[in-house]
């Protein structure tokens, strides 16, 4: 056995944890840029700062504002509080702080790719959805509209220094927001545990992941106030962004790579339209090989069954998102004319080379075509 394992440098998970962000962030720098969703004022929430509220998802030129707004206001810390744009935003605005240079120098796919040689600035990362697990990833995604597509600002440099989980924050989340979060977070513990890059630490986490996320997905989708759903669903959440950023992911999140550049929906809403049709097209793909008995245990997993069959997993997912009312891609404007050129696409994201099996461009095109 060997492997290697990477998080950030201090997690603090539970309820009220929140309000011991000002204290942290005294510690780690003078003052700070706050990026949230919404205006928010630093100075009512005990924090020296500066606000810098975004709408949408990040984009290369959000993050040049960023940066240089950070620059004239003298900020040498960055604290993140939101979903995921709000946390990659914050993650990249900190990289950029520390390195220097334009975003596109460093951005994958569509950028340079140069590797960002120094450290980011101290950078918190406070989540208020339980989906993305973005505060202890290594990495941003941005959208470049002149390339209509999302790319990676990726470093082992981008790790938060201090992730912060408090599960009151996603009390207030409304039904639509839980189930596509949720349904993400549920991805990036399926994607990680049948991957490519698995290792023995990250499949323990996306086990426990996916048997507190069974229950507590639907359960938060229909109370929103319950609390211990909402507890198990922060940290089902934070176990697999631990996973996802040392194991990968696979196929959902090849393709919500070039569909988010492409089309205005959320990542969330994306990989929940794509995560049943992903499984079974890879379960296809995968008959009569070693990769089917990781789908297997995920399905035992789930259902709850010890017999349960890799395709009984794929009918459980699927049913839940017939649950949590979740729309499929032609909700959001994806055509069958649009398939060709988003497979090509996918086919090339960072994402796709951790599916458990390599996928014929055929393959790809049937999964999305399934989505649609
Ligand atoms: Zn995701």
Redesign the pocket.
Known sequence: MRFEFATATRIVFGPGTVREVPAAAAEMGRRALLVTRRSADPERLGIAGEPFPIHGEPSVDLIRRGTQLAREAGCDLVIAMGG?SAIDAGKAIAAMLGNGGDPLDYLEVVGHGRPLKKPSAPFIAVPTTA???SEVTRNAVLASPEHHVKASLRSPHMLPALAVVDPELTLDLPPALTATTGL??L??LIEPYVSSRANAITDLYCAEGLRLAATALPRAWRDGHHRAARTDMAFASLL?GLA?ANAG?GA??GF?APLGGMFDAP??AL?AALLPHAMRVNIAALKGSEGLSRYAAVARILTGRADASPEDGADWVASLCRDLEIRPLGAYGVRPADVPALAHKAAAASSMKSNPVTLTRAQLEELLTRAL
């Open positions: 995921g989906g993305t697990g993400d977070a991805t990036q697999g996802l992911l959902v999140h919500a990542h969330g990989c």
